[in-house]
C-alpha cells in the first residue's frame, strides 16, 4: 500500500530513538517515512548530553513544506520539547487537517532528563491531545498526565479511561509489568482490550516507545482496527527487542527491521 507516515519529534544521532528510530519503524511496516525534527539532541545510549530545542517558525516550515506536495496517511508525534513547538504543531495538524494522529507524549527520557517544559504539559493536554486518534502513555507518563499511578489492570483501565477523557479518542497505557508478564490496556472510548505477553528479559530498550507509537500510526494508515493494530505493533516491538548484538555501553536499541537480522 502506498501510504506516507509522518514523525514529528527530536532527532537523536544515536538512531535508537526519535525521527531516526521512527524512519526505520516505518520502513519496517513497508511504508514511506517522512520526519520533522523538533529539536537536535546530543545523546548516545548511556544518555542525553545536550538539547537545542528548534524555534517554532522552523518546525512550522518542516510541516507546511512536507504538506503541500506529499500525502500524509498518518502522523506520530514525539518528543516537543517547548510550549511554543507543540502549540504550532496541535494547530497546524488542525488546520491542515491531518488524520490518523498517534500522540506519545514525551516528557522525559528513561534516564530523567526533561523533554518537554512543564508549561507545555497544559498545551498538550488542552490542544494536541483531544486531536489524537490514539494516544499512547506508560504508566508513569499516565500518572503525569492524569494523576492516576496504574500498577494493576484495574488501575491502567483507570487511566485509559482518563487520558480519553482529555480528548483522545483512544488510549493505550503500555508498561505494566506484573511478574513475568508485560500487560498493555487499550480504551476505546466503549470497551477495554487487555493485551498479556511473557516479558523478554533484554536491555535492548531504547526508542520502545517511540517505535510503538509509531507502528501504530503505520497499521492506522493502514485503516487497521485498532484493537488489531495494537496487538500486531507489539509483536513487531518484541521481535525488534529480541536481538543479541550490542550498540554501545548503556541500553541498546531496537533493531527495527528484525526479519533481516
Same mark, same amino acid.
Given at each position: 500500500? =502506498?501510504?506516507?507516515?509522518?514523525?514529528?519529534? @527530536?532527532? #537523536?544521532?544515536?538512531? @535508537?530513538?526519535?525521527?531516526?528510530?521512527? $524512519?526505520?519503524?516505518?520502513?519496517?511496516?513497508?511504508?514511506?517515512?517522512? @520526519?520533522?525534527?523538533?529539536?537536535?539532541?546530543?545523546?548516545?545510549?548511556?544518555?542525553?548530553? %545536550?538539547?537545542? #530545542?528548534? *524555534?517554532?517558525?522552523? +518546525?512550522?516550515?518542516?510541516?507546511?513544506? $512536507?504538506?503541500s !506536495? +506529499? #500525502?500524509i496517511?498518518?502522523?506520530?508525534?514525539?518528543?516537543?520539547?517547548? %510550549?511554543?513547538?507543540?502549540?504550532?504543531?496541535?494547530?497546524?495538524?488542525?488546520?491542515?487537517?491531518?488524520? =490518523?494522529?498517534?500522540?506519545?507524549?514525551?516528557?522525559?527520557?528513561?534516564?530523567?532528563?526533561?523533554?518537554?517544559?512543564?508549561k507545555?504539559?497544559?498545551? /498538550?493536554?488542552?490542544?494536541?491531545?483531544?486531536?489524537?486518534?490514539?494516544?499512547?502513555?506508560?504508566?508513569?507518563?499516565?500518572?503525569?498526565?492524569?494523576?492516576?499511578?496504574?500498577? &494493576?489492570?484495574?488501575?491502567?483501565? #483507570?487511566?485509559?479511561?482518563? /487520558?480519553?477523557?482529555?480528548?483522545?479518542?483512544?488510549?493505550?497505557?503500555?508498561? @505494566?509489568?506484573?511478574?513475568?508478564?508485560?500487560? &498493555?490496556? $487499550?480504551? !476505546?472510548?466503549?470497551h477495554?482490550?487487555?493485551? !498479556?505477553?511473557?516479558?523478554?528479559?533484554?536491555?535492548?530498550?531504547?526508542?520502545?516507545?517511540?517505535?510503538?507509537?509509531?507502528?501504530l500510526?503505520?497499521l492506522?494508515?493502514?485503516? $487497521?482496527? /485498532?484493537?488489531?493494530?495494537? &496487538?500486531?505493533?507489539?509483536?513487531?516491538?518484541?521481535?525488534?527487542?529480541?536481538?543479541?548484538?550490542? +550498540?554501545?555501553?548503556? !541500553?541498546?536499541?531496537?533493531?527495527?527491521? *528484525?526479519?533481516?537480522?
Open positions: 500500500m =502506498n501510504r506516507t507516515v509522518l514523525s514529528i519529534a @527530536g532527532w #537523536d544521532p544515536s538512531a @535508537g530513538s526519535g525521527v531516526a528510530a521512527d $524512519l526505520k519503524t516505518i520502513a519496517a511496516f513497508g511504508h514511506y517515512g517522512v @520526519g520533522v525534527v523538533t529539536a537536535v539532541t546530543a545523546q548516545n545510549s548511556q544518555g542525553i548530553q %545536550a538539547i537545542y #530545542d528548534l *524555534p517554532m517558525e522552523f +518546525i512550522a516550515q518542516q510541516i507546511e513544506s $512536507l504538506q !506536495d +506529499i #500525502d496517511h498518518a502522523v506520530k508525534t514525539g518528543m516537543l520539547g517547548t %510550549a511554543r513547538a507543540t502549540t504550532i504543531v496541535a494547530s497546524l495538524v488542525q488546520s491542515l487537517r491531518l488524520g =490518523n494522529v498517534v500522540v506519545d507524549p514525551v516528557l522525559r527520557s528513561a534516564g530523567g532528563t526533561a523533554l518537554l517544559e512543564k507545555a504539559i497544559a498545551v /498538550l493536554k488542552e490542544r494536541l491531545i483531544p486531536l489524537a486518534s490514539v494516544i499512547t502513555a506508560t504508566t508513569d507518563v499516565a500518572a503525569a498526565l492524569t494523576g492516576i499511578r496504574a500498577t &494493576d489492570v484495574r488501575t491502567m483501565k #483507570d487511566a485509559t479511561r482518563a /487520558l480519553v477523557k482529555l480528548g483522545a479518542k483512544a488510549a493505550v497505557v503500555t508498561g @505494566g509489568q506484573m511478574g513475568p508478564r508485560a500487560i &498493555d490496556v $487499550l480504551y !476505546d472510548g466503549k477495554f482490550s487487555i493485551y !498479556d505477553s511473557t516479558l523478554i528479559p533484554t536491555t535492548n530498550t531504547r526508542g520502545v516507545g517511540c517505535t510503538f507509537a509509531t507502528g500510526a503505520c492506522l494508515a493502514r485503516s $487497521l482496527p /485498532l484493537p488489531e493494530a495494537v &496487538d500486531e505493533t507489539r509483536r513487531y516491538v518484541s521481535r525488534a527487542a529480541n536481538h543479541p548484538y550490542r +550498540i554501545g555501553k548503556g !541500553d541498546g536499541p531496537l533493531h527495527h527491521l *528484525p526479519s533481516t537480522a
